[in-house]
Nanobody
Framework: QVQLVESGGGLVQAGGSLRLSCAAS????????MGWFRQAPGKEREFVGG???????RYADSVKGRFTVSSDNAKNTVYLQMNSLKPEDTAVYYC????????????????WGQGTQVTVSS
């Protein structure tokens, strides 16, 4: 059974930075893509960015140029570097995994972490 554990959330001022981590265990991760999603209060969960096993990345338009997804395959860990944070980035951030490439649809991901809260103050 796959386990995904996020860490690194917290409270930061607008314009600041945070780096989230997602550690994966429980299977062979070759060919496995990881996505980051977020859910703000009262809103639907949305795709933020993701990375394939081969390192191909994909981002939502709202975070392009500010967020970067990277991975350390040896550690089965994916990172979300968030710079120039805005109050509207406040949400619970989730990592999710799937076999194959990075897709943006929530339903395409079968493995999910428990989420980590990111709060950006103005």
């Amino acid at each position: 059974q796959v386990q995904l554990v996020e860490s690194g959330g917290g409270l930061v001022q607008a314009g600041g930075s945070l780096r989230l981590s997602c550690a994966a265990s429980g299977r062979t991760f070759s060919g496995y893509a990881m996505g980051w999603f977020r859910q703000a209060p009262g809103k639907e969960r949305e795709f933020v960015g993701g990375i394939s096993w081969s390192g191909v990345t994909r981002y939502a338009d709202s975070v392009k140029g500010r967020f970067t997804v990277s991975s350390d395959n040896a550690k089965n860990t994916v990172y979300l570097q968030m710079n120039s944070l805005k109050p509207e980035d406040t949400a619970v951030y989730y990592c999710a995994g799937r076999s194959g490439g990075v897709l943006t649809a929530i339903a395409q991901y079968g493995d999910w972490g428990q989420g980590t809260q990111v709060t950006v103050s103005s």
